[in-house]
């Protein structure tokens, strides 16, 4: 065998869309690693390049359409690169993507296992796709191998998929039924996590708040979400617990009252709420009411009054009037939440408002309207971050800061942004800060004296 046979085959990964998506690039590191691959840092090294995809909006498509076309132009260079798409736009776009010989290889979200076969087979001539989807697979007995870079902090998948059928969504398409994870390798993957330094750990689903484990042995043994937060956050004082996302109609009392009783499940709590118009919220099928979303904020304020909220709104739904686009302007006004995340609309093919409902508002309306919501938003941040100031938080640092390598950023259990002199400090420290003064993104401290 000659040295080059020996020498193992190297993937790149390119990485869009949400939390899960990164989680799930570790998954395929890892499955692609005990099949001989390496990790390569720049496609320029890598026999094999990936990307990982989001459809939410169109934009995060075209974003990938134009690393597809660089991709390709890459391979041109050296030949013998293979190209493949997974994740949520392989799901969608399916054989598609094979269409005029784009792309090599197409693997959807639950058929990363399936991928060190799929590149044994793989040859300009004989692409390889599978955009199966799956009731059962969790990847629950793999170690993702972790691409934080910090060392600190890590996501833990709890569930795939999505049973809820948000009328502007293409997640239930692309990613398919929900199915929970067993608690004991969730468990297992947190204990293993902090063995070796890790300080936190993000519980990841699209709708956390209806993981269930159900125990065929007895009912006993049945998990909720509420249950696995509290097992999670026993593991020790030391590791903190975040989770994402939390559905406003499902979003229990007990798990409000279970974060309430650990000091190491972060105050913080991200609660989409996606429009303040009753009317959207029907259109939108979220299932609830605007006042409905404002009891669960009073609940949770009452229970923790520090936790930090945060939200996703999208501007310009199908049909949105300037009164219902007010009410949204209304509700993050009384909520006032801590930061957000803002969309403009953009129509999915093959959901519910795409087949249902024209998207009608103008191009500009929405831009407007979606720079009104950013605008108050902004503005609703400074004052949380002004809140803050002159008082004393704990943060968990993550590394240095981008700006000057003499400043440390963490994070506040409320999951606020801190910038502060690191004094000798490093990252994965738990670090008590005075803020002394904000942005409308960041909290500048400095280290309390003890
Ligand atoms: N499961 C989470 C959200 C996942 S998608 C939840 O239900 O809250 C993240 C965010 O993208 C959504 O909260 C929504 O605000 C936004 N989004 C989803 N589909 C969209 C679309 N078609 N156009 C614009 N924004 C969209
Ligand atoms: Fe999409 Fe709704 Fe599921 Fe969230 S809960 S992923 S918005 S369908
Ligand atoms: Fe995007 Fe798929 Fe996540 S559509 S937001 S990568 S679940």
Not at 425 to 443: D, F, Q, R, W
């Amino acid at each position: 065998m000659k040295a080059s046979d020996m020498e193992k085959k190297k993937v790149y990964i390119e990485t869009y869309g949400c939390q899960m998506n990164v989680n799930d690039t570790e998954v395929m590191l890892s499955i692609l690693e005990d099949a001989g691959y390496e990790p390569a840092e720049t496609m320029e090294e890598a026999d094999v390049i990936l990307a990982n995809t989001c459809s939410i909006r169109e934009n995060a498509e075209q974003r990938v359409w134009g690393r597809i076309d660089r991709f390709r132009l890459e391979k041109k260079k050296r030949g013998g690169v293979i190209i493949g798409i997974t994740g949520c736009m392989a799901e969608r776009l399916k054989d598609k993507l094979l269409d005029n010989h784009v792309v090599d290889l197409v693997a959807g979200p639950d058929s990363y296992r399936s991928l060190p076969e799929m590149l044994r087979n793989v040859s300009p001539d004989n692409p390889q796709i599978n955009v199966l989807l799956s009731h059962e697979e969790t990847y629950a007995d793999i170690v993702p191998v972790r691409t934080d870079k910090n060392g600190v902090s890590a996501y833990i998948s709890i569930m795939r998929g999505c049973n809820n059928a948000c009328s502007y969504c293409v997640v239930p398409y692309t990613r398919g039924a929900e199915r929970s994870r067993d608690p004991k390798t969730i468990l297992r993957e947190a204990e293993d996590l902090f063995s070796r330094g890790y300080r936190e750990v993000c519980l990841l689903g699209q709708n956390v708040d209806s993981y269930f484990w159900e125990d065929p042995e007895s009912a006993d043994g049945n998990v909720n979400f509420a249950q696995l937060l509290e097992a999670v956050a026993k593991i020790s004082p030391d590791l903190r617990v975040r989770f994402s996302t939390s559905h406003p109609k499902d979003i229990s009392d007990e798990v409000i009252y279970t974060m309430a009783m650990y000091e190491n499940i972060c105050r913080h709590i991200h609660l989409p709420v996606q429009s303040g118009s009753d009317v959207m919220l029907e259109k939108m099928r979220r299932k609830y009411t605007r006042e409905w979303y404002l009891e669960r904020v009073r609940k949770i304020r009452s229970v923790i009054p520090d936790c930090g909220l945060t939200t996703d709104v999208i501007a310009g739904f199908c049909s949105e009037t300037e009164e219902d686009h007010k009410a949204t302007l209304s509700l993050m006004e009384e909520v006032g939440f801590d930061s957000a995340f803002m969309f403009q609309y953009s129509e999915r093919p093959g959901t519910l408002a795409a087949r249902k409902y024209p998207d009608d508002v103008p191009e500009e309306t929405k831009t407007r309207r979606l720079n009104e919501i950013i605008a108050l938003q902004s503005r609703m941040s400074l004052l949380s971050n002004e809140k803050d100031v002159g008082k004393t938080f704990r943060v968990l640092t993550e590394g240095t800061s981008k700006k000057s390598e003499g400043e440390l950023f963490g994070r506040t259990s409320s999951n606020k942004v801190c910038v502060f002199p690191a004094e000798g400090h490093g990252k994965g420290e738990y670090l008590e800060v005075e803020v002394v003064s904000c942005t409308s993104a960041t909290l500048i401290a400095k280290l309390k004296q003890h």
